[in-house]
């Protein structure tokens, strides 16, 4: 070719591999629903108490938390990212620290420092796990402000907290006692805590129904009422219980409760039973609309426990104060797919309109992923069709040379 007419070799590497697979350590992201691009920070709270049983919190638990993180992530537009995970019962704690991840470094995040890593214990300690929450909220959003903060509770159950002896009391572990001591909780006066929680606690079984319920009326309910008074939107998940006689009430999280009223009954007393009620003084505890932020699921299978997941995160949200409806930010069209492609919603990288490379002589080589981690149906489709169309686009000259290599 002349210099009039400069031949351009462009190597249009298509990161397909990244783009059509969005593999984490085999987690396959683009099977997932994608939310509209918005920088993100979400925590998960993951109830790690005796009743969800150990084999179901190392493998279907820290499965749910992967997908679900890599299912919501879309980082077009500068979006970003971050994500962090508390785990709690006798002990409330941060395993994984917020901060941004891919779906790979998040997938081996949860690999090294949650799976395997968390025996579980009594008891389920929402309140403690919202105070940490809101610590931990706060806190960021004072260095990187901007992000819409998502508290993802998952649990099996209702609150329930021990603060007697015994094996898994919080006088029996310098551990448990750290939480509290820690914030300026007075051991004899628990309800000395920023005038938010009422905590009373004596060693006498006839009244832990009545500490139950006063936990479950005023304690929750208040540091619940504190995470969403910061600006942060609560979600709780009712994953089931090993015994389903038992299963979460999620009614209690929803607001939905009939008169708000919290009964419990206890079985320890040597004289029988005791049952205490009483009213929540604050409710609902989850974000509205609360159908948006609360459900729960009657088994452990992790499909439509992660669709139905993240098809609530991506729902428009009004933080608290809010009084306009949120409008979705700009996103690109998609491609368009070619009839009996899959529909799931992919990343996409949007094709100009209208070319503007000027009708020039170019050699032009496309190389494609055809590794094994790609999808076969994917590829026959949807790879294809971003390969016809973006050559299409290129607005070739006169003696211009097009190939196709592949690599795997």
Not at 85 to 103: G, H, S
Request: hydrophobic share 35%; with cysteine; charged share 20%.
């Amino acid at each position: 070719m002349t210099s009039s007419a400069m031949t351009q070799v462009l190597a249009l590497v298509f990161a397909v591999f990244a783009f059509m697979t969005g593999t984490a350590n085999g987690v396959d992201c683009s099977t997932r629903q994608m939310c509209d691009p918005k920088s993100r920070r979400i925590l998960f709270l993951l109830d790690a108490s005796l009743s969800i049983s150990q084999p179901r919190f190392d493998s279907e638990m820290v499965d749910f938390v992967i997908n679900t993180f890599c299912g919501f992530r879309d980082n077009r537009l500068g979006a970003r990212y971050e994500a962090g995970v508390v785990v709690f019962n006798q002990f409330i704690e941060e395993k994984i620290p917020f901060q941004e991840y891919d779906p790979d470094a998040f997938e081996t995040a949860m690999r090294q420092k949650v799976r395997n890593k968390v025996p579980l214990r009594c008891c389920t300690t929402h309140a403690e796990a919202a105070i940490l929450a809101k610590e931990l909220f706060d806190a960021r959003d004072a260095v990187e402000p901007g992000f819409e903060n998502i508290a993802f509770f998952v649990t099996d159950g209702v609150p329930y907290v021990n603060y007697f002896s015994g094996q898994y009391g919080v006088k029996s572990s310098n551990k448990a006692k750290q939480f509290y001591t820690s914030r300026g909780l007075n051991w004899n006066d628990w309800s000395n805590f920023e005038n938010e929680l009422v905590y009373t606690q004596s060693d006498n079984l006839s009244d832990r129904d009545e500490q139950r319920v006063q936990y479950g009326i005023k304690t929750v309910p208040r540091a619940m009422a504190a995470l969403k008074n910061a600006g942060v939107r609560v979600f709780f998940i009712g994953v089931p219980h090993k015994s389903p006689d038992r299963a979460v009430n999620i009614d209690y999280f929803n607001g939905k409760l009939p008169n708000l009223e919290v009964c419990y009954t206890n079985t320890d007393p040597p004289s029988g039973e005791e049952t205490s009620c009483g009213t929540m003084e604050y409710s609902p505890l989850v974000s509205e609309p609360v159908d948006d932020h609360a459900f729960r699921v009657e088994t452990w299978d992790l499909e439509p426990l992660i669709t139905q997941s993240l098809d609530k995160i991506c729902r428009p949200f009004n933080p608290p104060g809010s009084t306009q409806t949120p409008t979705p930010e700009p996103t690109p069209e998609p491609t368009p797919l070619p009839t009996g492609a899959p529909t799931t919603r992919t990343p996409t990288t949007p094709v100009p309109t209208s070319s503007s490379c000027n009708n020039i002589p170019r050699d032009v080589m496309i190389l494609v992923d055809t590794s094994e981690s790609m999808d076969p149906n994917r590829y026959a489709n949807e790879m294809m069709d971003v390969v016809k169309t973006a050559a299409a686009q290129l607005d070739f000259g006169v003696g211009s040379r097009v190939g196709v290599a592949t690599f795997g």
